[in-house]
């Protein structure tokens, strides 16, 4: 399986991207994808997952009502779309699959198995 991100670039605060991530190989055993992040200097952290099958959202309360996560099941493609982008979104963005029983909860970056290489949003202020 790889997962390989992509729509990552430069945006002023207010604007608006879409990230992709596309899934190749044995994917139909993913029980959840998520997007996550991360920053120069932090951890890594969640922002946001659906489920593969049914479409279920969460979101991180920092992004919630700004980003969307969504999924093309037959393109095998997971899709973040960012607005009002601020200064504080900027980090490289990661996409993971998560298999079935690999635990909860979903925001635990420890529970996905599968990673991209990550693609970088940055944000001018």
């Known amino acids: 399986v790889q997962l390989v991100e992509s729509g990552g670039g430069l945006v002023q605060a207010g604007g608006s991207l879409r990230l992709a991530c596309v899934a190749s190989?044995?994917?139909?055993?993913?029980?959840?994808m998520g997007w996550f992040r991360q920053a120069p200097g932090k951890e890594r952290e969640f922002v946001a997952d659906?489920?593969?099958?049914?479409?279920?959202?969460f979101y991180a309360d920092s992004v919630k009502g700004r980003f969307t996560i969504s999924r093309d099941y037959g393109k095998r493609t997971v899709y973040l779309d960012m607005n009002s982008l601020k200064p504080e979104d900027a980090a490289v963005y990661f996409c993971?699959?998560?298999?079935?029983?690999?635990?909860?909860?979903?925001?635990?970056?420890?529970?996905?198995?599968?990673w991209g290489q990550g693609t970088e949003v940055t944000v001018s202020s």
């Open positions: 190989g044995h994917t139909f055993f993913f029980s959840n």
């Open positions: 993971a699959g998560k298999v079935p029983g690999a635990g909860a909860p979903n925001y635990q970056a420890a529970t996905y198995s599968y």
């Open positions: 659906i489920s593969w099958s049914g479409g279920s959202t």
